[in-house]
């Protein structure tokens, strides 16, 4: 089957164990205030026009005949600095797979695998499983996700992960869907499934200053986690950069 990515990075160092090739899986059901993907919200192909170093020349604003620009209102060829493109690429989970087995043995020998990311790898629930199937036995798979989905779909996807790294980032229901758009409800309930369903795990949570790190959320997140292994993540500072690439609002 088809899903669509917005990103493949090599050798990344911080999303597991080891050398790890990270696929990123466009769209989120979530919209956190912070987000540093703003490229992987949403679920369709999206242009994406670097800002840094446009002439404004105009040059992609006239109309081309290219079909593939057709869709997005903008010549992606005709830019002289290279910044027009499209985040966005179908791949059938089978091809896929083969792109990322062709560097394995380098992974496994770092004691590392594949990583999905996002976006929400959840979103693409069925994709996601395909994909891990045909990986699973030949390389370590982990998976980077906010928990958000039904349980069915987060255990079926969860169980096919040698490890999670799931996300916790605001504890009070009310403060969660103010700052996430989203309801921690389904969040919390695949939380408690994952501390006890014996599926190697991290929770993670992004420090996002005034809004996360508050003594209060921490420490409720702390109970929440209890005994289980929990990362506390720096913000990231470039992330506002990338939303004007994207024709978004940086709303922090
Ligand atoms: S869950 Fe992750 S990808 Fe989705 S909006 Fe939040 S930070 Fe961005
Ligand atoms: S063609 Fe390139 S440099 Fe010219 S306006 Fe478009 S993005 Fe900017």
């Not at 540093?36 to 170093?53: A, C, S």
């Not at 060829?77 to 290279?82: A, E, R, T, V, Y």
């Not at 990322?100 to 790898?121: D, H």
């Not at 209060?216 to 500072?237: F, Y």
Request: net charge neutral; proline share 7%.
């Amino acid at each position: 089957m088809t899903g669509i990515i917005f990103d493949i990075k090599e050798f990344a160092l911080n999303d597991g164990a080891g050398i790890r090739t990270t696929v990123f899986f466009k769209g989120c059901p979530l919209r956190c205030a912070w987000c540093h993907n703003p490229e992987g919200l949403d679920p369709k192909p999206e242009l994406y026009v670097k800002q840094n170093g446009c002439l404004k020349c105009g040059l992609c604003r006239r109309p081309c005949s290219h079909p593939e620009c057709q869709p997005f209102g903008r010549c992606l060829h005709i830019c002289p600095k290279n910044l027009v493109t499209v985040k966005g690429e179908k791949w059938e989970a089978d091809d896929l797979a083969n792109r990322l087995l062709k560097g394995s043995a380098l992974l496994q020998s770092s004691g590392g695998g594949v990583t999905l990311s996002g976006g929400e790898p959840l979103l693409q629930a069925d994709f996601a499983c395909e994909l891990l199937d045909l990986l699973g036995g030949k390389v370590h798979r982990a998976i980077e996700t906010s928990g958000y989905a039904t349980a069915e779909t987060f255990q079926k996807v969860v169980k096919r992960c040698d490890f999670v790294y799931m996300d916790l980032k605001l504890a009070d229901p009310e403060e969660h869907r103010k700052r996430t758009g989203v309801s921690n409800e389904k969040i919390l309930a695949n939380a408690a499934w994952l501390k006890e369903s014996g599926i190697p795990h991290t929770f993670r949570t992004p420090l996002i200053p005034g809004i996360v790190d508050t003594p209060e959320n921490l420490s409720a997140i702390a109970k929440i986690v209890g005994s289980d292994p929990w990362e506390q993540l720096p913000n990231n500072a470039l992330a506002p950069a990338k939303y004007k690439s994207v024709g978004r609002e940086w709303i922090l």
